[in-house]
């Protein structure tokens, strides 16, 4: 690991990991010198899991901003066994934050549609860091609605900071565009999958978050508001970020508990940013075990039971000696 | 409902964020809480909204007994969650920021909510969520038009996490299904409505009205300006923007807001 592009907690990986690196390049190899890295790695393997068993809230925040860490593209290319890349929201334009087209994932053809962050400092510029527009929303439900034509399961993979807050964006409607993306999500009659793989943003990450299973990559966040602008708001100062983090318990493991998501991706020690082959391979198999589950269901059984998962959100108390007044005239 | 107390401070004058000039109080509320120099839209309760829009009398409130609770134990710079609702609670006389029912507008029985922005900042919780939600669905079964008159600067509301968030897909999906039946949706877009209000069921009327030069968008003035680093356009977010922009159909006054729904539903035939 290059020690710049670690993160702070990853420093006592990092030096055990340059140990190691040391020993194997400049050592004569000898008895002794096997021991001792077979030590070192054992040890290695014990600290990566002391540190990423016990992340905290924001922690998983800086693991899930991570700049090695695997993005939509990456998945396009490790996931998928073909990808026929489609453009445009055949109204304003081509937004590079969303990326979607036709894949194969084994013997499934699907419709993969993902937020895009970039990795080198054009790719990022050209994608607003993984923020859509509405022209990248509308692009998203356009390849929906084509797939559901088709019967082509939707894949949509979530890694937003949010969704873009500019001019142009509030001119075109961006309110508009993650609400009618909800809606039409809700009862597109094709198989949904969304999983986040990196930040879950807010409106920008529900915008392409309705469907039949929500899964999370282990160590990716899914939050109603940033840790900053959190922050910024109810502490008055970015400062708190960390506590903020904490207190909007975001992390995959409050969410499975909360009821919001069906399913954890679990990642390779050390975060998916060390293993983009491992982290490919886990989100592959996830794919496959839950398309062969969808897959064959009918569409109204699917629509029926996607309205009944979101119908059941929230958490709030009732008084039961309160009543209603009764219901009119019913359909 | 009780109402104890209102969500503004009592005062005899109000100085109008329109026009600058110093108000009557009691002059302004006999208009609607309209500004009697320059139109200006005050802010308006719920209670209050119920009293303009429906017939004198003929509000029947559902799901009062829903109430919120903390389920992250949120606690924020200076207090819990748990008492930030109480103490909403007291102030506003609401137990959530929305109130729903039905209600007759000129004889036409209509399902009916509102959100009132006074109770933190309008904002979406579960509790605001499920009312909507099941608002909507009663709407649909008893083939009822559906009013929302939305004011809320808060969208989804942070105390609550990705539950709130959630609201947002779950009151989409059951306006999705009200649609499938046929229902008439006029959402009434106030000031203000933001952020994941907006980004949810306000905008997805079959008809969107919007009272006059009403703060409305998706990402906050200020996040913009912090984001971009140029001064926001005048009028930028406002009722009359997002009318030339196509996203509103309407914009009307207060006056006239009780008559054009009357009206609209007509032609929609409901
Ligand atoms: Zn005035």
Known sequence: MDSKRSLSFEQPIHELQQRIDLLQENEPDSADRTEEIRNLKRQLATVTEQVFKNL?????????????????????????????????????GDDQAIRSGFAKIEQYKVMMIGHQKGRT????????????????????????QLAAKYQIPVVTLIDTPGAYPGIGAEERGQAWVIAENMYEM??????????????????????????????MLEHSYYSVISPEGCAGILWKSHEFKETAAEALRFTSANLKRL???????????????????QTSLSLKEYLVRVLRDLVPRSMDEIIASRYEKFRRMGVFLEDPASVNPPEQGSA | MKRQKRGVPEGLWQRCPGCQNVIFRKEAERRLNICPECEHHFYVSAQERIRQVLDEGTFE???????????????????????????????????????????????????????????IMGSMGSVVGERLTR?????????????????????????EGILSLMQMAKVSAALAQYDQLGG??????????????????????????????????????????????????KGFQTSEFLLEHG??????????????????IDYCGK
């Open chain 1, 56 to 92: 905290s809230a924001w922690q998983t925040v800086e693991v899930a901003r991570h700049e090695k860490r695997p993005h939509t593209a990456d998945y396009l290319r490790l996931v998928c066994d073909e990808f026929v890349e489609l453009h445009g929201d055949r109204n304003f």
């Open chain 1, 121 to 144: 400092y054009k790719e990022r510029s050209a994608c607003y860091f993984g923020c859509a527009h509405p022209e990248g929303y509308r692009k998203a439900m356009a390849k929906m």
């Open chain 1, 186 to 215: 809700s009862r597109l009659r094709t198989p949904i999958i969304c999983v986040v793989i990196g930040e879950g943003g807010s409106g920008g990450a529900l915008g392409l978050g309705v469907g039949d299973r929500i899964a």
């Open chain 1, 259 to 277: 009821g919001v998501i069906d399913d954890i991706i679990e990642e390779p020690l050390g975060g998916a940013h060390q293993d983009h082959q």
């Open chain 2, 61 to 119: 409130e559902w799901d009062q007994a829903l109430v919120p609770t903390d389920p992250l134990e949120f606690k924020d710079r200076k207090k819990r969650y748990s008492e930030r609702l109480q103490a909403e609670q007291l102030r506003t006389g609401l137990s959530d920021a929305a109130v729903t029912g039905a209600g007759m507008i000129r004889a036409r029985r209509v399902a009916f909510g509102v959100t009132d922005s006074a109770f």
């Open chain 2, 135 to 159: 608002l909507i669905e009663r709407a649909g079964r008893e083939q009822l038009p559906l009013i929302i008159i939305s004011g809320s600067g808060g969208g989804a509301r942070m105390h």
């Open chain 2, 184 to 233: 008439l949706f006029i959402s009434v877009l106030t000031n203000p409505t933001m952020g994941g209000v907006a980004a949810s069921f306000a905008s997805l009327g079959d008809l969107v009205l919007a009272e006059p030069k009403a703060l409305i968008g998706f990402a906050g003035p200020r996040t913009i300006k912090n984001t971009i680093h140029i001064e926001l356009p």
């Open chain 2, 247 to 264: 996203f509103v159909d309407r914009i009307v006054t207060r006056q006239r807001l009780k008559s054009e729904i009357a009206q609209l």
